[in-house]
């Protein structure tokens, strides 16, 4: 198979252990990260590039250099305390960083993206247990902004960008 999948926050935990099973799987798994929060010891599977999604150029230079066949989105600011106390990390980190690979996506036309979103697009629960359907009312700038890159990916599909989304409750 052998085919590049690009593993945007692959140095951390849940990253690290998806670019194990790629690899498993005969894909060859291209780390992103700015190491912020991930570590470049998790990075055994394959080719790793330090930078960051802010970072359009270094976008641009990834997609020409690995040219992978499709996205696996973990990179993300992800703790709910700091995002109330720190909205604009939060809508820079995982939104305005989240448009900057979608169009980098289009632009070298790869078009299709998985995007690791959260529980707390949910907000708190009418049931539970918690359904895929159940309303989305996030309740801090976290749950917020990965609501918010969820209907940028529905926008994207016009491109032929095709995404699924993983809503973790635990990792």
């Known amino acids: ?93 995982n939104v305005q960083a989240s448009v900057n690979l979608l169009e980098v996506m289009k632009e070298y036309g790869v078009g299709n993206i998985v995007f690791s979103s959260s529980c707390a697009t949910y907000g708190m629960p009418k049931a539970i247990p918690i359904t895929e359907n159940h309303p989305q009312h996030p309740i801090n700038p976290y749950g917020k902004s990965k609501k918010m890159v969820e209907m940028i990916l529905e926008d994207f599909k016009v491109f032929g960008i095709q995404h699924a989304i993983l809503r973790y409750f635990n990792a």
């Open 1 to 93: 198979m052998n085919l590049p999948i690009l593993v945007t926050g692959g140095a951390g935990y849940i990253g690290s252990f998806v670019c194990k099973t790629l690899k498993k799987a005969g894909f060859i798994p291209i780390t992103l990260d700015n190491l912020s929060t991930g570590h470049h010891e998790n990075v055994r599977w394959g080719p790793f590039v330090r930078g960051d999604l802010l970072d359009i150029a270094k976008l641009r230079e990834v997609f020409s250099i690995y040219k992978p066949q499709a996205v696996m989105h973990f990179a993300a600011s992800a703790l709910v305390i700091e995002s109330v106390l720190n909205p604009a990390k939060y809508y820079e980190n």
